[in-house]
């Protein structure tokens, strides 16, 4: 099965931060990797899909990058709705993984 | 406006059985696989079944062990979880969703989520 990573697990940034989450897959997952957001007491909401590309209606200071096993989640400067936890999710073969979530306060 | 809406959440006791149903609208229900994604209180979301639009290939999280059935009924829009042997671990918020990629976009969709508990 594929197993994947989330580092930090948590992070405490102030609002004009630049943010960046990691996650890993091992094994690799080419491009197929999904990056939610999920705001307490909310519904995860999709941000990136395909590893970089922004879902319609997502602000553009969201991005991502990575392929194969390395993957990068980047806010680019941070706003107070953004506080949240985000998941990776592997979508290249089931099971489809998530990480374990980063905490951002 | 599609909607995909779970019932069947309650209370059931440790080593029961409990089904949850997921009813979609807005979308053809028949050309979108459906999966199932729980997250206990307080924790991350765990993905739990995946289901193919025709109903003939599923696959579950290594955590079932043959405890739960996905299945679907196409011409009622709605798709199954069907939980046994069910544990306090198993308690937690399950949702429904479903995606489908079209060209270079992602059709990304949730329900709202259906509260499951064990407990004695």
């Known amino acids: 099965d594929i197993q994947m990573t989330q580092s930090p697990s948590s992070l405490s940034a102030s609002v004009g931060d630049r943010v960046t989450i990691t996650c890993r897959a091992s094994p690799g997952i080419a491009y197929f990797l999904a990056w939610f957001q999920q705001r307490p007491g909310e519904v995860p909401k999709l941000l990136i899909f395909?590893?970089?590309t922004l879902q319609s209606g997502v602000p553009s200071r969201f991005s991502g990058s990575g392929s194969g096993t390395n993957f990068t989640l980047t806010i680019s400067s941070l706003q107070p709705e953004d506080i949240a936890t985000y998941y990776c999710?592997?979508?290249?073969?089931?099971?489809?993984?998530f990480g374990p979530g980063t905490r951002v306060d | 406006q599609v909607q995909l809406v779970e019932s069947g959440g309650g209370v059931v006791q440790p080593g029961g059985s409990l089904r949850l149903s997921c009813v979609a609208s807005?979308?053809?229900?028949?050309?979108?696989?459906f999966h199932w994604v729980r997250q206990a209180p307080g924790k991350g979301l765990e993905w739990v079944a995946i289901?193919?639009?025709?109903?003939?290939?599923?696959f579950y999280g290594d955590f079932v062990k043959g405890r739960f059935i996905i299945s679907r009924d196409n011409s009622k829009n709605t798709m199954y979880l069907q939980m046994s042997d069910v544990t306090s671990e198993d308690t937690g918020v399950y949702y429904c969703?479903?995606?489908?990629?079209?060209?270079?976009?992602?059709?990304?969709?949730w329900g709202q989520g259906a509260l499951v508990t064990v407990s004695s």
């Open positions: 395909a590893a970089s």
């Open positions: 807005g979308l053809t229900f028949s050309d979108f696989a």
């Open positions: 289901i193919s639009p025709d109903g003939s290939n599923l």
């Open positions: 969703t479903s995606y489908k990629h079209i060209r270079s976009r992602r059709l990304d969709y």
């Open positions: 999710q592997n979508y290249n073969s089931p099971p489809f993984t």
